[in-house]
C-alpha cells in the first residue's frame, strides 16, 4: 500500500493514543477531568402555578389567598393591571428563603408584606418550578459555596473541542468533517440572528408601539408608552420587505428597499463628505516648519512634511483625468510607493489578527478542553 | 534541497506554524510591553475622568473576533471600574449579545461591592440598524433602546437619570471588528457631535485604515492585539503590586508560627479557616492575585492572630491599600499585574515566534525565487 | 407604481437626511427615518434566515449533491430557532416571576445560551483562524520581492511584523533614547503614523468622493440598479 495513503490513519490513529492516554491520566492521577466546567449559582426563582397563589408585585412575594385575597384592577394612568391585595384575606406568603409559606407581617420601615419568623403553615403548595440563576465558575472554584460540577457545560467544552478539530481538519483536506462544522454553524447562525433581531428589535421597538398593553402583560412588565398608529406604516412596511421571499409580486419589496437605500444614501453622503474628506484634508494642511518653544523642531517638520506630500502623491496617482507622465509621473510612481508601504503596514497587521485568533483556539484546547495550561 | 522546498507541501507550513504558536502557548512565557503613545492617550483619558464619569461601551465584534478584542473590553472596563465611572454597554453586532455579558461579568465578579446593575452599569443590549442606530441614538437613546437588555425601561433605572442621548457621555468608546465598527462611530458620531469623545480598540485587520482618524476625531486607540497587552501593561504599572497581599505585620506574625511540621501556606491556611475567611480568598491570598485583604477579613486574621486590627490596616495603607470613602474592599483590591488579568500580554509570546516564522518563510520564498531565476527556470 | 415609487420614496427618504444637516430643527422627521430604518434592519436579517432556509429546502427537496449537509443545516436552524423564540430554559423576571416570557432570551445556561457558547463561538472562531495557516503558506510561495514596489511592501511588513513584537525591543533596545525612532518599534511608530496615515487618507478620500457620487446618483434616480431588472 502506498506509503502517502497509510500517514492520515497512522497519523490519526497515533493522536487518538495520546489523546485518550492524557484523558486517562488527567483523570485517574490528577483528578482533572478534561473539559470539566462549573457553574456558580446565584439564586432562585420560584414559580407557583397552583390555585390560590399570585404573586404581589408590590411586595415582591408569592401570597397564598383565602377567598378575594387578591383583586385585579385596571390603572389607567399606568395603562395596565395592578393587584390589589385585601391585607387581612392573605393567608401566608413564601418565604424563599426558608423555602416555606409562612404568616405574613408588615415591615414598618418599608410598608410592604414580609414573612414573619412564624412557624410554616402547613398543607401548602410547592413551587411547580425553580428556577436556578447562575454565572460560569472557574475550575479553581471548585468546592466553594454554590459552585457545581456542571454536565451541560462540560459536554458543551467536548463538542465545542470536536468542532475545532473539525474546522481545523480542512487544512489536511477538505472533508464530510468540516463539511459539518460548516453546514452547522450556518443554520444555527442564521436563527440566532432572527431571534436577536426578533426580541431585541421588533419587539420593543415595534410590537411595542402598535400593542403596548399586550408587550406590558407579557414581555417587558414595565413598559409604559401610548399605542402609535404611525407604526402601522412600518408594520406594512416590514411584512413588504418579507414579500421577497414569495415567488411573485417581487416589486412588492421594493418600496421598503427603496427607503432603506434612499436613507443610506442619504447620511452616507454627509458622513463620508464630513468625516473622511473634509476633516481629512483639514488634517493634512500640516506646518512644515515646526516651531517649539522658540526652537525649530526638525523632527516633526520632516513628519509634517512626509505626510503631506505623502498624501499629495498617493492622490497624484488616483488622479486618471491627466497622464501619468512627466512631474505626474513621478508623483504617481512616489504615490504607488506610499501605497506599497500602507499594504505591507496592512499585512503585518493582519498577520497579527489571524495569528491571535489561533492562539486563542489552541489556548482552548490547551487549556479549557485538555488542562494542560492554567 | 531546493527542488524539495519548491515541492514542499503547504501542510507542512501549517504544521510549522501550529508549532509556533502551541509551543509558546503551553510554555506561557512572559514578554514586557511598554504603552506607546497612542494607546496611553487612551489610558490617560480613563484615567483623567473624574470618578463616576459616564463612559459608553460599544463592543460591536463577534465571537471571531474576540481573541484580538475581547481582552481590550476587559481591561477597559476594569480600568474603568477602578476609577468608579458608570457604564453603559451596547453592541450593533447581534453576536456581540454575549461578548456584553462577558464584560458585566467582571463587573458582578471582581467588583461586587461597588458595582450594583442598574445604578453604576447597565447592558443595554442590541440595536439594529448600522449607522442609522449610531445617529439615532446620538440625539436620543431611548428611541433606540426603550429598554435595556432585561426588559425595563431606560428611563427607570437610576444610572439613566440625566442621560438623554450619546452627548451626555463623558466618554464612548468603541470596540470594533469592522462594519458597523470604530469607522462608522467616527463618522456618525465623533465628527458631527464635538461633544462626544471617542476612543476605540481595533482588530489587526481593521486597525491600519483608522490611523487617519487620530488625533483630531479619535482621541487614541488599541491597535490589534499588541495595543490590548500595551494598554494590560500600563493598567498593571499603575493598578499592580500597590502592596502585599498580607500586610506586614500579619505575615511576621504567620511566619512566626511556622516551622518544619507547619509550612507558611499551611499555617495561612489553618489561621485563614479559624477566621472564617473563604478559602477563595485565601487561594486569591497565596497565588499574589490581590493586592491587599479587605478590611473584615484583616479584623478576622488579627482576632485569630491576637494583633490589634487598627495597626495592620494602617500598615496597609502605608502599603498603599485605598480603604479610602469607607469602602471595605480597598479600590486597589486585585492585583492587575496578576497573569489571569493579562491575557493580551500572554498572546504576545505566539506572536513573537509566529511573526518570526513568517519572516523566515517570506525569506526562505524568496531565496528559492532568486535560485530559480538564475537557474533560468523563472524569467 | 412598480418602478416610480420606489424611486420616489428612495429620493424623499434621502433628502431627509440631507435636509436634516442644514436644518436643524427637522431632527423629529430625521429621527423617525431613522428609527425606522432600524426595524426595517432587524426585519431584513430576519428575511436573510429565512432566505438561507428557503434556499436549503429547495436543496432537500430537489435531493441535490451534498443535500444531507442542508438537512443538519435545517435541523441546527429550527432547534435554534425555537429555542431562542420560545425562551426555552430562560427564567422569568426576578420581579415578575409570574410571567413566564419576561427573561432576557439569552440567559447563561439556557439552551440558545449553550448553543452561542459551543456551536457558534467554536466554528466561527476556528474557522476564521485558518487564515494564519493560509497566510503562511501564501507568504513562503507568492510574497516575492520582484520589483521596487514589492521590496517596499516586503520590507514594510518586515518592519512592522519585528516593530510590533518583542523581537524589535530586542534587536533594537540597545539603541540610545534619543535615537528612539531609530528602533524597530520607532520606525514602525513612523510607518504606522506618517506614511500608513497618509497613504490610508489618500485612499479614504477617494472612497468618500466615489460614495458621495453614488449617494447623489441614487437620491437623483440615475442609479437604480436597487431595483433589479424590468422583468
Known amino acids: 500500500m502506498n506509503r502517502a495513503k497509510l500517514a492520515p490513519p497512522l497519523i490519526g490513529g497515533l493522536l487518538l493514543v495520546v489523546l485518550g492516554s492524557w484523558i486517562l491520566v488527567s483523570t485517574l492521577v490528577r483528578h482533572r477531568f478534561p473539559g470539566a466546567q462549573y457553574r456558580q449559582q446565584i439564586g432562585t426563582i420560584d414559580v407557583f402555578d397552583a390555585e390560590g397563589v399570585s404573586w404581589s408585585e408590590e411586595d415582591q412575594l408569592w401570597v397564598l389567598e383565602v377567598d378575594a385575597a387578591i383583586t385585579s384592577v385596571w390603572d389607567a394612568e399606568r395603562r395596565q393591571w395592578v393587584?390589589?391585595?385585601?391585607?387581612?384575606?392573605?393567608?401566608?406568603?413564601?418565604?424563599?428563603?426558608?423555602?416555606?409559606?409562612?404568616?405574613?407581617?408588615?415591615?414598618?420601615?418599608?410598608?410592604?408584606?414580609?414573612?414573619?419568623?412564624?412557624?410554616?403553615?402547613?398543607?401548602?403548595?410547592?413551587?411547580?418550578?425553580?428556577w436556578q440563576r447562575q454565572r460560569g465558575a472557574a475550575a479553581a472554584q471548585a468546592g466553594e459555596p454554590d459552585v457545581h460540577f456542571c454536565w451541560s457545560q462540560t459536554v458543551g467544552v467536548w463538542i465545542a473541542a470536536l468542532l475545532t478539530l473539525c474546522v481545523f481538519s480542512f487544512l489536511y483536506q477538505d472533508n464530510p468533517f468540516y463539511k459539518l462544522a460548516e453546514s452547522l454553524v450556518v443554520g444555527v447562525s442564521a436563527a440566532y440572528l432572527m431571534v436577536v433581531g426578533f426580541w431585541t428589535m421588533v419587539v420593543p421597538n415595534l410590537i411595542g408601539k402598535l400593542w403596548p398593553d399586550f408587550v406590558a402583560r407579557h414581555v417587558i412588565p414595565e413598559h409604559r408608552e401610548p399605542a402609535q398608529a404611525i407604526y402601522y406604516v412600518v408594520l406594512v412596511l416590514s411584512l413588504m420587505l418579507l414579500w421577497r421571499l414569495s415567488p411573485r409580486g417581487g416589486w412588492i419589496a421594493r418600496w421598503p428597499l427603496a427607503f432603506v437605500i434612499g436613507i443610506t444614501a442619504g447620511f452616507r453622503l454627509i458622513a463620508h463628505l464630513e468625516a473622511d474628506f473634509a476633516i481629512q484634508i483639514q488634517a493634512t494642511i500640516l506646518p512644515l516648519i515646526v516651531r517649539e518653544n522658540g526652537t525649530y523642531n526638525l523632527w516633526f517638520a520632516l513628519r509634517n512634511t512626509a505626510i503631506v506630500f505623502s498624501v499629495f502623491a498617493c492622490l497624484t496617482y488616483f488622479f486618471f483625468s491627466i497622464e501619468h507622465t512627466g512631474l505626474v509621473g513621478r508623483m504617481a510612481r512616489l504615490g504607488i510607493g506610499v501605497l506599497m508601504i500602507t499594504f505591507g503596514a496592512g499585512f503585518a497587521y493582519t498577520v497579527m489578527g489571524r495569528i491571535t485568533l489561533l492562539t486563542q483556539r489552541l489556548e482552548f484546547l490547551l487549556g479549557d478542553w485538555l488542562r494542560l495550561i492554567g | 534541497m531546493i527542488d524539495a522546498l519548491i515541492q514542499l507541501d503547504r501542510r507542512w507550513i501549517f504544521l510549522a506554524m501550529f508549532l509556533a504558536v502551541a509551543i509558546p502557548v503551553l510554555l506561557q512565557p512572559e514578554l514586557p510591553e511598554q504603552p506607546t503613545p497612542i494607546v496611553q492617550s487612551v489610558f490617560d483619558r480613563i484615567e483623567n475622568l473624574p470618578s463616576g464619569s459616564r463612559v459608553l461601551m460599544a463592543l460591536d465584534y463577534d465571537p471571531a473576533s474576540r481573541p484580538e478584542l475581547g481582552p481590550m473590553t476587559r481591561a477597559l472596563t476594569r480600568h474603568s471600574a477602578l476609577r468608579g465611572h458608570r457604564l453603559f454597554y451596547i453592541t450593533l453586532w447581534p453576536t456581540g449579545v454575549p461578548m456584553i455579558d462577558e464584560a458585566t461579568d467582571i463587573l458582578e465578579t471582581e467588583f461586587a461591592d461597588q458595582y450594583h446593575y442598574g445604578e453604576n452599569y447597565l447592558n443595554l443590549g442590541y440595536g439594529a440598524g448600522q449607522e442609522a442606530a449610531i445617529k439615532l441614538i446620538c440625539t436620543d437613546l431611548t428611541k433606540l433602546f426603550p429598554a435595556d437588555s432585561r426588559g425595563r425601561p431606560f428611563a427607570l433605572w437610576e444610572i439613566a437619570r440625566g442621560v438623554n442621548s450619546l452627548q451626555d457621555m463623558d466618554l464612548t468608546i468603541s470596540i470594533g471588528a469592522g462594519y458597523p465598527g470604530t469607522k462608522e462611530w467616527v463618522q456618525y458620531a465623533a465628527t458631527p457631535y464635538p461633544a462626544i469623545d471617542l476612543v476605540a480598540g481595533v482588530t489587526g485587520v481593521s486597525a491600519p485604515p483608522q490611523y487617519p482618524y487620530y488625533p483630531q476625531q479619535l482621541i487614541g486607540m488599541l491597535p490589534a492585539?499588541?495595543?490590548?497587552?500595551?494598554?494590560?501593561?500600563?493598567?498593571?504599572?499603575?493598578y499592580g503590586t500597590a502592596g502585599e497581599a498580607l500586610p506586614a505585620l500579619l505575615d511576621e506574625r504567620l511566619a512566626e508560627l511556622s516551622g518544619p511540621q507547619r509550612t507558611r501556606e499551611s499555617i495561612t491556611v489553618e489561621m485563614a479557616e479559624a477566621a472564617g475567611i473563604e478559602m477563595a480568598q485565601v487561594r486569591r491570598v497565596l497565588d499574589g492575585r490581590i493586592n491587599c485583604l479587605p478590611r473584615a477579613e484583616i479584623k478576622a486574621f488579627a482576632r485569630v492572630l491576637e494583633i490589634e486590627a487598627e495597626a495592620i490596616l494602617n500598615a496597609a495603607i502605608q502599603d498603599g491599600a485605598d480603604y479610602s470613602e469607607d469602602r471595605d474592599y480597598p479600590s486597589n483590591y486585585l492585583n492587575y499585574a496578576h497573569s489571569d488579568y493579562q491575557d493580551a500580554l500572554k498572546r504576545m509570546a505566539p506572536q513573537l515566534s509566529a511573526h518570526l516564522l513568517m519572516l523566515v518563510l517570506i525569506v526562505l520564498g524568496n531565496v528559492i525565487f532568486f535560485l530559480q531565476r538564475r537557474r533560468g527556470v523563472l524569467p | 407604481m412598480k418602478r416610480t415609487i420606489p424611486i420616489i420614496i428612495a429620493a424623499v427618504a434621502g433628502l431627509v437626511m440631507v435636509v436634516a444637516f442644514f436644518?436643524?430643527?427637522?431632527?423629529?422627521?430625521?429621527?423617525?427615518?431613522?428609527?425606522?430604518?432600524?426595524?426595517?434592519?432587524?426585519?431584513?436579517?430576519?428575511?436573510?434566515?429565512?432566505?438561507?432556509?428557503?434556499?436549503?429546502?429547495?436543496?432537500?427537496?430537489?435531493?441535490?449533491?451534498?443535500?444531507?449537509?442542508?438537512?443538519?443545516?435545517?435541523?441546527?436552524?429550527?432547534?435554534?430557532?425555537?429555542?431562542?423564540?420560545?425562551?426555552?430554559?430562560?427564567?422569568?423576571?426576578?420581579?415578575?416571576?409570574?410571567?413566564?416570557?419576561?427573561?432576557?432570551?439569552?440567559?447563561?445556561?439556557?439552551?440558545?445560551?449553550?448553543i452561542f457558547q459551543y456551536l457558534i463561538v467554536p466554528i466561527t472562531a476556528t474557522m476564521f483562524s485558518l487564515l494564519a495557516f493560509f497566510v503562511a503558506s501564501a507568504a513562503f510561495r507568492a510574497f516575492r520581492a520582484k520589483n521596487a514596489e514589492a521590496v517596499l511592501l516586503l520590507g514594510t511588513a518586515f518592519i512592522v511584523l519585528l516593530g510590533r513584537s518583542y523581537a524589535g525591543t530586542l534587536l533594537t533596545g540597545w539603541v540610545p533614547e534619543s535615537y528612539a525612532a531609530l528602533t524597530l518599534p520607532g520606525m514602525t511608530d513612523t510607518i504606522m503614523g506618517v506614511f500608513n496615515t497618509a497613504g490610508q487618507r489618500a485612499i479614504m478620500i477617494g472612497i468618500a468622493l466615489g460614495i458621495a457620487?453614488?449617494?447623489?446618483?441614487?437620491?437623483?434616480?440615475?442609479?437604480?440598479?436597487?431595483?433589479?431588472?424590468?422583468?
Do not use: C
Open chain 2, 225 to 238: 492585539i499588541k495595543g490590548a497587552a500595551e494598554y494590560e501593561a500600563a493598567l498593571a504599572a499603575r
Open chain 1, 83 to 130: 393587584l390589589e391585595v385585601d391585607e387581612a384575606a392573605i393567608a401566608a406568603v413564601w418565604d424563599a428563603e426558608r423555602r416555606q409559606w409562612v404568616p405574613p407581617q408588615r415591615d414598618p420601615e418599608t410598608g410592604t408584606l414580609v414573612p414573619s419568623e412564624e412557624p410554616a403553615v402547613r398543607e401548602a403548595p410547592l413551587p411547580d418550578r425553580v
Open chain 3, 213 to 231: 457620487s453614488t449617494s447623489l446618483k441614487i437620491l437623483l434616480g440615475i442609479d437604480r440598479s436597487y431595483l433589479g431588472n424590468r422583468h
Open chain 3, 23 to 114: 436644518v436643524p430643527p427637522l431632527i423629529d422627521w430625521r429621527e423617525t427615518a431613522e428609527e425606522w430604518f432600524n426595524i426595517l434592519a432587524a426585519v431584513a436579517m430576519i428575511l436573510g434566515g429565512a432566505s438561507i432556509l428557503a434556499m436549503h429546502l429547495r436543496r432537500i427537496s430537489d435531493q441535490k449533491r451534498g443535500w444531507g449537509f442542508s438537512l443538519v443545516t435545517l435541523i441546527a436552524f429550527a432547534i435554534t430557532l425555537s429555542v431562542g423564540l420560545f425562551k426555552v430554559g430562560v427564567p422569568p423576571m426576578a420581579e415578575y416571576p409570574d410571567r413566564p416570557w419576561t427573561g432576557e432570551y439569552i440567559t447563561h445556561g439556557a439552551p440558545l445560551w449553550w
